[in-house]
């Protein structure tokens, strides 16, 4: 996956240096786990990463990180139990910076949201 400089934007603009830090790692997360042809661009003004059509999105808050995985993922996690305890709507779930299960569950999402797309 190539690197978009757009999201470079998107990390350096956020006023905090420790957010700019959780933005580089969500992002890193997010190269490590998806596939090589994915593609990230900024899309509803967050880093969004494609894959014939959406995969997965991330925006950094004052207390929490936001990850979209469209509709069909939040509904598979919460199938599977993984949001249990978490806030989420019907696109979005917020996992608070502090949690101590951040990454293991967003590389959960991010799998879940390979394989919809591989099954599309």
């Known amino acids: ?8 934007n998107y990390i350096n603009n956020l006023e905090e240096v420790s957010d700019q830090e959780l933005a580089k790692h969500v992002r890193k997360i997010f190269f490590d786990n998806l596939p090589d042809d994915c593609e990230e661009k900024i899309s509803y003004q967050m880093p969004g990463y ?3 059509g959406p995969v997965i999105y991330f925006a950094i808050a004052a207390k929490h990180v936001g ?3 469209t509709p ?6 919460v199938d599977q139990g993984l949001l249990d305890g978490y806030k ?7 996992i608070p910076k502090n949690d101590p299960q951040f990454d293991s569950l967003i590389v959960k999402i ?4 390979v394989a919809q797309k591989i099954e599309e």
């Open 1 to 8: 996956m190539k690197k978009n400089i757009e999201i470079n």
């Open 110 to 113: 991010i799998k879940l949201r």
């Open 67 to 69: 990850i979209y995985p």
């Open 50 to 52: 494609y894959l014939n």
């Open 88 to 94: 989420y709507s019907k696109g979005a779930i917020q």
């Open 72 to 77: 069909a993922g939040v509904e598979a996690a």
